[in-house]
Structure formats: C-alpha cells, structure tokens
C-alpha cells in the first residue's frame, strides 16, 4: 500500500526566511504527487503538482518543489516566508487511475515577525 | 465559475443518528470523491463517485454510503453515528479519472457527534 509521510508536525520559520517542508512517499512505481494547503476553518488548495516532465514544479504563492525520485521525496520550497504563508500543508500521492489521493499527516507552518 | 459547494457547513448530531451531507462539484466535472479528516490529521479517502456508481472505496465500513446524481451532485449518508465520526467532511471533484488529473475540494462539513 502507498504511503506519505510528512517529516515535522510543526515547522517554525522567520518571516522572510526560508520554508522547507519535507515530504516521502513509498511506491514501487513513482506516484504522481501534490501539495494542499489548509489555512483555518477551510477546505484544501492546491498548491502544486507533479505528474509527468521537469521535477521541479512551481506552484502558487512562489512555492516549488522537486520530485527527486532516487530519495522518494517531493519537499516543498518558498525562498522567502510571509506572514500569511501561516497554515498546515498537506502532501498527497495518487497512483491509480482513479485519483484517490493518500495524504500525509500534514505539517503546521508557523510564520514570526 | 462556482466551486465546489458543500451543505452544511457545521452541525451537529447525537450518537446512533443518521446524517446526510450533500456536495455539488465544480461545473464541468463528473466525478466525486469524499474525504474524512479528524482534527490534527491528513484526510482520509472515503469512496469516489462516477457516472452515478461507487468506483472506488477506502477501508470505511458500511454504515458510510453515498449517492451520485444525473446532475453529478452527491450525497454522503453516514448512519448509526459514532463519537469517532466527529470530523471534516470534504468533498472533492475532478473530471473523468485520469492519472494527475486536477482535484478541487470544497470547505467542507463539520460533523460534531454528541
């Protein structure tokens, strides 16, 4: 069965600092692969994916990040955090056909002045 | 161009009832897929919806069940309610299921079981 896990719960960063959050699936074949964010009390948006072509991926929000298959890994990179980057994010993998989407645990973005 | 729209937002129910939840998908999409998240967790696939019929199912039992209708809106029923059904409901569309395809979820729908 395919899995996702999100490496820190909670990540703290200075505004304007650098945002890394981690992210490793496991599949014996490549999934495609996603990242939501969640602010307070809403649904999920998509910040960027990866299915098929160049692995480094740009999303909204100037957020980016690398399919670095060799690592089964999809981090998720913004050079320069900003207050309202503030929210949890989710990475997510899809390998069938279907679309079904398996999520990690998410990992709580806290952004100080 | 509406998103996904899902009713209600919140509400709450006792234990042993049954609770509908409806969810209406992103115009131009047919297929329907529902999510269960419990508080300081990732979401949870339920099942999906396509052409009117269940295609996939996660590892829920059979108290939660849906419908999808000819309009492509759906229904998640979710009966004999438990404390541990307490969660956000997200409802997600896409269009025919197809590898990377783009998904859209809605807000969602609290469910609090008293």
């Known amino acids: 069965a395919q899995s996702v896990t999100q490496l820190g719960s909670h990540v703290s960063v200075s505004e304007g ?21 969640q602010y307070p009390n809403q649904g999920l948006q998509l910040l960027l994916k990866y299915t098929t072509g160049a692995t480094l991926v740009k999303g909204i929000n100037g957020f980016e990040a690398e399919f670095k298959k060799s690592e089964t890994s999809f981090h998720l990179t913004k050079p320069s955090a900003h207050m309202s980057d503030a929210a949890e994010y989710f990475c997510a993998a899809s390998h069938n056909a279907g679309n079904m989407l398996t999520f990690g645990g998410g990992t709580r973005l806290m952004v100080k002045p | 161009d509406a998103g996904v729209t899902q009713s209600p937002t919140h509400l709450i129910k006792t234990r042993g009832q049954q609770v509908t939840l409806r969810c209406s998908p992103k115009s131009g999409h047919d297929t329907v897929s529902w999510y269960q ?17 269940e295609r ?24 004999a309610l438990l404390l541990g059904d307490s969660a956000l409901y997200l409802c997600a569309s896409s269009l025919v299921p197809g590898q990377g395809n783009t998904i859209y979820f809605g807000e969602g729908s609290w469910l609090t079981v008293v």
């Not at chain 2, 998240?37 to 019929?53: D, H, T, V």
């Not at chain 2, 996939?56 to 009966?79: A, C, I």
């Open chain 1, 17 to 37: 600092a650098l945002v890394l959050l981690r992210c490793n699936y496991s599949s014996s074949v490549p999934p495609y692969l996603f990242w939501y964010v």
């Open chain 2, 37 to 53: 998240q419990a508080l300081g967790q990732g979401p949870q696939f339920i099942f999906q919806y396509y052409e009117e019929e």
């Open chain 2, 56 to 79: 996939q199912r996660g590892n829920f039992p059979d108290r939660f069940s849906g419908h999808q209708f000819p309009n492509y809106s759906s229904e998640l029923n979710v009966n």
